[in-house]
């Protein structure tokens, strides 16, 4: 497998000390899942792309506190880059933002979840394996509010339905973070207490105890980049 990551943000500098960035997360918790191969990391928001697309079996989307839907230039040009790269029939992985962006690019609407943040452990059904969940560690405000066209759903919550998809053996998304762990999730929780309000912000926090399945969304990423 050589699988390209597109970074497609910056950790706050005292998370960064310890997390490295989006990229070394998710990085960790492929390797974790059994990874092997080569994996290069690129950066869409200071211009960094691949010169040669074709090196890669795939491309993996990171988080971002970035719209998918912005007009910020870089913001932009990824969605051009992807466009381009599902035209191709590339192999794509999208996590959060990467899986707005690429609904985006495949039709689907994109926009503030109507009730605001989701944070903190949350349990998703399942629609590939009936009568399980997928419990992840979320942070979000946007979300994809529709089903891109040709999409399976693959799980749902009553406040992010469309919270993992695929396309065929081309495409597969999902709006939590399974790189994440429980410290980094309340790092955020901390950070936006006062959005939040107390009583969200304390949910939030209790539910990091409860374990997730972060490492079990690694392994089914890493056997569909093959």
């Known amino acids: 497998m050589k699988l390209c990551i597109l970074d ?12 490295g960035s989006y990229a070394a997360m998710t990085e960790r918790l492929l390797r974790q899942a059994g990874a092997q191969g080569e994996i290069n990391v690129f950066h869409p928001y200071h211009g960094h792309y691949p010169a040669d697309w074709d090196a890669f ?25 992807v466009t381009h790269l599902l ?15 690429i609904a985006l690019c495949l039709g689907a609407p994109v926009g503030r ?25 979320a942070s979000h405000q946007d979300q994809v509010l529709a089903l ?8 749902s919550h009553a406040q992010c339905p469309v919270a993992a998809f695929r396309v065929q053996d081309r495409v597969w998304c999902v709006q939590p973070h399974p790189e994440f762990v429980p410290d980094y999730s309340a790092f955020l929780l901390h950070k936006r207490r006062t959005q939040l309000g107390e009583q969200a912000f304390q949910m939030g926090m ?17 056997r569909f980049v093959g």
Not at 90 to 99: A, D, M, T
């Open 113 to 137: 979840a109507p009730q605001g943040w989701c944070m903190g452990r949350m349990n998703y059904t399942r629609f590939d394996e009936p009568a399980q969940t997928w419990s992840l560690l």
């Open 206 to 222: 209790d539910s990091l105890s409860e374990g997730h399945d972060g490492l079990a969304l690694g392994q089914e990423i890493v």
């Open 57 to 81: 079996d795939a491309v993996l989307l990171t988080g971002s506190r970035a719209d998918a839907f912005s007009d910020v230039p870089w913001v932009v040009n990824l969605r051009a880059q």
């Open 148 to 155: 891109p066209p040709g999409a399976q759903l693959l799980a």
């Open 87 to 101: 035209a191709a029939h590339k192999k794509l992985v999208g996590i959060c933002f990467g899986h707005q962006l």
């Open 8 to 19: 497609n943000d910056v950790l706050d500098p005292e998370m960064a000390a310890v997390y």
